[in-house]
């Protein structure tokens, strides 16, 4: 009887791989973004994900969180569940790894950033993606990097990629747009076990240079940004809401959203769900970003 289970367990998984290779119908995995990176570590490495009939669709790419020290682009919520919802919707999608801390803090991740996004410029047409229509895209941690990324854009220009290739940015629930204002208990941080000197540095040049928000003024160009947040991280979203007000200030496009019903995790994990009112919002702000 257990052998008969078993088996039957075996063939009933068959039809679900099927049709997950039916709906990402091609995955390039384990590509690496920088000619001397390990396929082992994966760290420097991005996934793609791309349809057959793919031709010239705008590009989202998405940069996982983890507090700067974990996570992973194959994690379901950061890989697959994002690339079938996508893909459907007319999106090529790439799911990106980057170096963790506390090995490589500030500069190292944001420059891993610069160095998939130049990558994805000039291999994406490759899988009928369109390098001149991409959005960036972050959850949590990834979300900062996104932010930082089109706002200290000299590691974009180092890296031989052209931000106005980048026509929007997406946060989910980002932790800070600045790592320099130090919070009533002295701390750089809301939550100082999260955000340390591993990270982002002791010193103020290189927490400058680490702070979205301290940039916007030094750009002529910065794409259009959604900025969602959370309840979980209350002194993020006074962050995130201030960050939108100053882009708006200087005739940058941005809007803000405080999701009050869901939490950090769910934020990310739920997108793709149908009926959900947040993944409603990214598309529709991913439609007119692309038109």
């Known amino acids: 009887m257990f ?3 078993y088996l039957l367990g075996i063939f009933c998984c068959f039809p679900s791989e099927r049709a997950l290779a039916d709906d990402i119908a091609m995955r390039t995995a384990t590509v690496c973004y920088v000619s001397n990176s390990s396929r082992l570590d994966q760290l420097q490495c991005l996934d ?5 009939d793919a031709r010239n669709w705008p ?17 379901p919520q950061n890989g697959r569940d994002k690339a079938r919802f996508l893909l459907a919707n007319g ?7 980057y170096r963790l801390a506390p090995e490589f803090g500030h500069p190292s991740q944001i420059k891993d950033i610069a160095a998939a996004l130049a990558w994805v410029s000039k291999n994406i047409s490759k899988y009928g993606g369109n390098p001149a229509k991409v ?5 949590s941690a990834g979300a900062h990097l996104a932010c930082l990324a089109v706002t200290n854009q000299k590691f974009l220009k180092d890296a031989g990629f052209d931000v106005a290739n980048v026509c929007g940015c997406i946060l989910l629930d980002a932790p800070t747009f600045n790592v320099v204002v130090k919070n009533r208990y002295g701390n750089f941080s809301h939550n100082s076990e999260i955000i340390d000197d591993t990270i982002f540095g002791v010193t103020e040049d290189q927490r400058k240079e680490a702070s979205p928000a301290l940039h916007i003024a030094e750009n002529s160009y910065i794409p259009t940004f959604l900025a969602l947040s959370t309840p979980q991280y209350l002194y993020s979203k006074y ?3 201030q960050f939108v007000r100053d882009l708006n200030s200087v005739r940058h496009k941005a809007e803000y959203f405080f999701i009050s019903h869901k939490n950090h995790v769910a934020l990310n994990s739920e997108f793709g769900v149908k009926k959900d009112w947040v993944t409603a919002k990214v598309l529709a702000f991913l439609n007119r970003a692309t038109r």
């Open 3 to 5: 052998l008969i289970l």
């Open 48 to 52: 793609v994900y791309s349809n057959r």
């Open 59 to 75: 590009v989202v790419v998405m940069i996982h969180g983890g507090a700067w020290r974990s996570g992973d682009k194959s994690q």
């Open 91 to 97: 999106f090529v999608f790439v799911s990106v790894n």
């Open 135 to 139: 959005i960036v895209m972050g959850h």
């Open 239 to 241: 962050q995130a809401k």
